[in-house]
Structures are given as structure tokens and as C-alpha cells.
């Protein structure tokens, strides 16, 4: 009896394809067209996540084409380039980061972090699967999806586009122009025009002929580009907010700070808190204030804040190896210069998953195409039987082991897609809950809501979710006029309920504000039914603060509590802090002069009313509002000054005791003193001061 060990053979036999590798072939073109033109209205935001789950999905499919291709040649196919070491690490960078960043990853594996493993995935195990000629064949396909996307468009400039179709099988309210978009924007849909155009003139260019396809494809995809690049001039429809480089650079480097996120990132979820914690005062003063970016503003300053320098690393090394190999044309030229189109563009835009899984598949493809790289079998160890008898012998080999290891890799993939699609199931209950949320069903939104938990309990956005959906259904339970006991009893199991699926929330993700926010309101709302409720409210706004430290509407949401208990000097703190970070925050200047009105800082109260009425558009109601209560300051203004000058003549006259309103009466002249120790501590980053807003 003998063991052989595992060997490695190359194969340079030249075969046709088989089933399996045409199988393989279209799953590939399936899955770049469902990046580009899918979609599956039955989540909330179903473009981008169609998207993001298909990859998935497919990812799951490809993962069991490979098991079945290594039980078939009872031999495990590897394709090794050097292309392939930087794939592998910006996978296995993105999947440490995911792990390691965060104590409950799975947010991360199903977000932009799970994208970037699983294209990875896809290159490693496609690459063996595909024919040679796929790269051209992709290319193809990805030309025939932009022209689809480009007559899309323009027919939803007539109003009779995709979106109409939409709206009248399922039902959505969805707007008839230019705006929607199958590929998420119009800023996505020029992305894949420009790779599409790029890589079709990269094999005109190689093959020095132009063939009937790229020369009826290529003038349709131009015509698409100018559509949609004016679609996105100032003023037009499709305009898109970008993150701000300069706020990008510095969200990255607070978050390498600290040793551990140097090194690993804060993780691929993560992003939207950084951006939050982080972000820089200045932002404030940009139409973009209030806008939470889960997106840097391109690739490099992203793999930096989510995965450190070693995910910074990973992308270099993968875009340097992509124009080491442009010298060498090793592969099919068109597609490589559709995936250096790819990385030029995340190097100038925010990363998405529509461009990620266009460049991994045409990865994938030209990594096929390559004739440089080595196309190795590992061979499973073989247990070989030998029967010794005189003048012969009987030699039987076990295949066992490659069919573990191929069963393995099935089962490793079919727990993928179950998984995957439990997650989806998830958004799809979301999904259903809105929808009968639109039709005042609030016993359904509670079931689905509960359904989505179920699913995916490891989710802090569907607690959050559940959370507010308790209280909502708990509100509607105590306006009833004729509720029963044991509906008033239920409001209390509501209202528990709703503190339980917060605080799983902030146990989930401690660093996203709104899981803080959300608390903060649920225990708001319980003030006058639980005695700390108001203690409780008050931390977790502190929270919610101390993790987005230059939100102004957290301060003046915290302010409001403090206006309902009548401790209006702390609310008037909070209310100057928030007008400190936002000077232009109407809202923050009218609670300041509500708040100094209560504290009779009458001066300084219309010293602010004075600010919100610049502030506000003279025909609107609030101005008229903010007008009428300035009006009537300036009355109590006015008999004040009266009665300082009946006191002065008194105390002339020897008479110098002032009337108790007198007492009572706080220099005018002087503003808000900021208290000596406030009842709320906020961590340091978080005490601004006028300066610091100049």
C-alpha cells in the first residue's frame, strides 16, 4: 500500500469547450448584464442592491461550476498570473478587515467589503472556467448592455421608459425622466459607457480592423455619453453629489491614527460612521451637510479608511500590475484596456459595485485569455492498493480525497447562497413593510418588520428598523380614544419591545449616530412613563454626539429636551453650540431665541430672531411666524426700557428699590453665559467654540 502526495501538473493541451465551460461562459454574461441593466423592485433600495445580491448570487453559482468541473476531472484547476497574487490580496485584505474591524461582521460581508471578496472569488475560480475567447465575448455583451442602457434613457425622456413599466406591473412610484437610471445614476451609466467605448476601441486598435459590431456599437455609446453627461450639468436632472476630496483626505487620516486601524482599516461597514466621526466643521457650510457618505471620494482614500494601509496596499498592487501587464500584451488588449479603464476611474470617482463587478469579470475573461499564465491541476493524493502474486499485479486507485475536497467547495458555496438569499429575504420583508406602511396597515409593517429580524438578527439598520416600527405601532396603540386594556397594556410591551431592538442596535454597531439617535427618541417618548426615561434619553443623545460630533440637529434635538423640562440654560447651551457649528441653521437660532426668551435675555433673544429672519425666505410662513414673536419681543423690549427709566428717576429721587420685575430683569446687554459644569459632558472634539466655526 502506498500514498502519493499532491502534485501540480501543468496543462497545455488544447481542448474544445465543453458543456461546463459554455455553462460557464454564460453565466459570466449573465451576470454582466444584470450589473449593468437588472433589476429586482422588491427591496427599498432595489437598483444598487439588485446589484450588490446578484454578485452574490452568482458568485454562489460560479463557486459551484467549480465544484463540479474538479469532481469532473477529479483534479482541482488553478490559473496563476500576476494578475492574480493582487486579486487574492485585495479579497483577503477586504475579508480581514471585515472580520477584524468589527465584532459582528455581517453588515460588512454583505456590503461593499463582501462586493470586493466576492469579485475576488469570482476572478480566482472564473479564470479556470472561462474558454480563452470570453474576453472578447464579454466585451461584447458589456457593449450590447451599454447600448440597451443608452435606449433606455432616452426612452425615459419621452416618459415611456423602464420606470413606466415599473410602475404599472408593481405598482411603484418611481419619477418618468432621465433621473432613473437601470445602472443606479447617471454618473454610474457614464462610467460604464467609458469602459465599454475603451475597451472596444483597445481591439479595434490591436486588430487594426474595425468590425459591423463596433462600428454600429461604438456611435450609439457616444450618443449615450453626451446624453448623460448633460444630464449631470449644474441645473440638469441628474446632477450628482460627490464626497468632498479634501474632507475624504482628512476623514483618512483621523481614522489611521490609532495603530490598529493603521493597519486593518475601521472595516468595510464602516465607512459612513468614519465619515461622520470625522467629518470636518467646514462641511457644514456645504449643500452637502447633512448628507451621511458611504463612499470616499475614489478608491485609494476609501481602501485607506476601511482597510489601512494594507488595504491601500492591495489596490497599488493591483493598479500598478494592470499597467505592468499593458507593456507585455499577453491577453486579449481590448479587455485590459477596459480594465485600466476601470481603475483610472475609481482613481477620480467614488468606487461602486457596478463598475467593481464590470472590471473582476473582464478580469477574469483576460486572465482565460492569457498565454503566459500557468495553468496548473492540483491532483488529489491517491491511496493506491497493490496485489503482490507471482507474475502479476493489480494496482487499484482510490479518487476519493478530490471528491471530499470537490464536495467541500459545494457545500462551502451552497451555504453562500443560502445565506445570501436569507439576507435578501430580509430586505424583501423591509420591502413589504413599506409597502403597507403607504396603505396604513401598521399590523402588517409590524409582522414583516418582525420577519426582517428573524431573517438577519445580526443587522443593526433592520433593528433600528424594528425598533421604530414598536414605537410607531405603541404611539398609534395611546391615541386610540376607546383602546381596551389590553391594548393599553400592549403599549407598554411595545414601548419594552422598542428599547430592547434599540439598544441591540447600538450592541451591533456602538459607532453608527442614528442606532444612538433612535435610542434617544424611543426613551424621549417614554418620559412621564418611566422614571429614568429622561436620564436615558439624555446619554444616549451624548452618544449619538460623541459619534457625530458636528451634526447640529442632534444638539438641537437634545436642546428640545432640556426646552420640555424647563432647564432652559442648558438648552440654550446646546442651542448656541449648534448654531456654532452651523451658522446658517435657522432652526438652531429660532430654539437660541425661544430659550432667552425663558432666561430673559430679551437682547440677545432678538438678536437671534433677527438671524432666523435673515435666514428665511420672506414669503414663507415661518418668516411671517418668526416676524409676528419679534414683533412682540420688541413690545416687552419697549415697556422695559420704560420701566429702567421710571426706576431711574425713582432711585434720582431717593426711592432706589427696584420693582421685583426689575429684580428679575437680566443685564440686556449681555449674552448667554456658557455655564460652569453643564449637566451633559461632551467629549472634547465636541466643545466648539466661535472661533473655531471662523
Not at 486601524?261 to 456645504?286: E, M, Q
Not at 437634545?558 to 446646546?574: H, I, R, W
Amino acid at each position: 500500500m502506498t500514498l502519493s502526495c499532491f502534485q501540480l501538473s501543468e496543462s497545455t493541451m488544447q481542448q474544445k469547450p465543453s458543456l461546463l465551460t459554455i455553462i460557464s461562459l454564460v453565466t459570466f454574461i449573465a451576470l454582466l448584464l444584470v450589473l449593468v441593466l437588472g433589476i429586482f423592485p422588491f427591496t427599498d433600495n432595489f437598483i444598487l442592491q439588485s446589484k450588490t445580491y446578484a454578485l452574490f448570487a452568482f458568485t454562489g453559482i460560479v463557486g459551484l461550476l467549480y465544484a463540479v468541473k474538479s469532481f469532473a476531472n477529479k483534479a482541482i484547476p488553478l490559473l496563476w498570473s500576476p494578475l492574480t497574487a493582487p486579486v487574492l490580496f485585495i479579497g483577503s485584505s477586504s475579508l480581514a478587515s471585515s472580520l477584524l474591524a468589527s465584532s459582528y461582521p455581517q453588515d460588512s460581508l454583505f456590503g461593499f467589503g463582501g462586493v470586493l471578496v466576492a469579485a475576488s472569488v469570482i476572478v480566482f475560480l472564473g479564470s479556470a472556467l472561462l474558454p480563452k475567447n470570453a474576453a472578447g465575448v464579454l466585451l461584447k455583451s458589456l457593449g450590447i448592455a451599454g447600448v440597451l442602457l443608452t435606449i433606455s434613457s432616452a426612452l425615459q425622456l419621452t416618459g415611456y421608459g423602464p420606470s413606466k413599466a415599473l410602475e404599472s406591473v408593481f405598482g411603484l412610484a418611481l419619477p418618468h425622466t432621465i433621473v432613473f437610471n437601470l445602472a443606479g445614476s447617471s454618473l454610474i451609466a457614464v462610467q460604464v459607457l467609458v469602459v465599454a467605448v475603451v475597451g472596444l476601441v483597445g481591439s479595434i486598435i490591436y486588430s487594426r480592423h474595425i468590425s459591423k459590431f463596433a462600428a454600429v456599437t461604438i456611435p450609439i455609446l457616444l450618443i449615450g455619453l453626451a446624453l448623460y453627461t448633460w444630464s449631470m450639468l449644474p441645473g440638469k436632472p441628474s446632477t450628482p453629489t460627490l464626497p468632498s476630496f479634501k474632507a475624504g483626505w482628512s476623514i483618512a487620516l483621523d481614522t489611521i491614527r490609532e495603530p490598529r486601524s493603521a493597519l486593518i482599516g475601521v472595516g468595510s461597514a464602516a465607512y459612513s460612521n468614519a465619515y461622520l466621526r470625522f467629518k470636518p466643521l467646514w462641511v457644514n457650510g456645504t449643500p452637502s451637510w447633512n448628507i451621511q457618505f458611504s463612499q470616499a471620494a475614489n478608491a485609494p482614500l476609501y481602501f485607506l479608511s476601511i482597510g489601512g494601509f494594507i488595504g491601500l496596499a492591495s489596490w497599488i498592487f493591483l493598479f500598478t500590475r494592470l499597467f505592468a501587464r499593458k507593456q507585455r500584451k499577453a491577453g486579449d488588449t481590448g479587455a485590459l484596456a477596459a480594465i485600466i479603464a476601470c481603475a483610472v476611474l475609481q482613481l477620480i470617482l467614488p468606487l461602486n459595485v457596478v463598475l467593481v463587478g464590470i472590471q473582476f469579470v473582464l478580469l477574469a475573461a483576460y486572465l482565460a485569455s492569457d498565454q503566459t499564465a500557468n495553468r496548473l491541476q492540483l491532483k488529489a493524493p491517491t491511496l493506491s492498493l497493490v496485489n503482490e502474486k507471482p507474475h502479476e499485479t493489480q494496482v487499484s486507485n482510490a479518487v476519493a480525497p478530490i471528491y471530499i475536497v470537490a464536495l467541500v467547495l459545494a457545500i462551502g458555496f451552497g451555504t453562500l447562497l443560502y445565506f445570501t438569499g436569507k439576507s435578501y429575504a430580509a430586505e424583501t420583508a423591509i420591502h413589504q413593510g413599506t409597502l403597507a406602511a403607504q396603505k396604513n396597515d401598521g399590523i402588517a409593517v409590524y409582522n414583516q418588520h418582525q420577519r426582517a429580524v428573524t431573517l438577519n438578527p445580526y443587522s443593526d439598520t433592520l433593528r433600528r428598523q424594528y425598533a421604530l416600527t414598536n414605537m410607531l405601532v405603541a404611539a398609534a396603540l395611546s391615541n386610540k380614544t376607546d383602546a381596551t386594556e389590553a391594548e393599553k397594556a400592549q403599549v407598554g410591551q411595545l414601548m419594552q419591545q422598542a428599547v430592547r431592538e434599540a439598544r441591540s442596535a447600538t450592541t451591533l454597531d456602538p459607532t453608527d449616530a442614528q442606532n444612538w439617535s433612535v435610542l434617544a427618541q424611543i426613551y424621549q417618548n417614554m418620559i412621564g412613563l418611566s422614571d429614568q426615561a429622561s436620564e436615558f434619553a439624555v446619554q444616549s443623545y451624548v452618544s449619538a454626539i460623541e459619534n457625530d460630533p458636528t451634526n447640529p440637529s442632534l444638539r438641537l434635538s437634545l436642546g428640545g429636551l432640556f426646552l420640555n423640562e424647563k432647564k432652559f440654560q442648558q438648552a440654550a447651551t446646546l442651542f448656541q453650540q449648534a448654531a456654532e457649528l452651523k451658522p446658517d441653521f435657522p432652526s438652531a437660532h429660532y430654539n437660541l431665541a425661544v430659550a432667552l426668551v425663558q432666561l430673559n435675555q430679551l437682547e440677545a433673544a432678538r438678536a437671534s430672531y433677527q438671524q432666523v429672519l435673515a435666514l428665511l425666505d420672506p414669503d414663507s410662513d415661518d418668516y411671517m411666524q418668526v416676524n409676528g414673536e419679534l414683533e412682540k419681543l420688541e413690545t416687552a423690549l419697549a415697556e422695559q426700557a420704560k420701566q429702567n427709566e421710571s426706576t431711574q428717576v425713582i432711585e434720582g429721587q431717593g426711592a432706589a428699590v427696584p420693582s421685583i420685575t426689575d429684580q428679575n430683569i437680566t443685564n440686556s446687554g449681555q449674552r448667554i453665559a456658557q455655564p460652569a459644569e453643564d449637566d451633559v459632558q461632551f467629549p472634547p472634539e465636541a466643545d466648539l467654540n466661535p472661533s473655531a466655526t471662523q
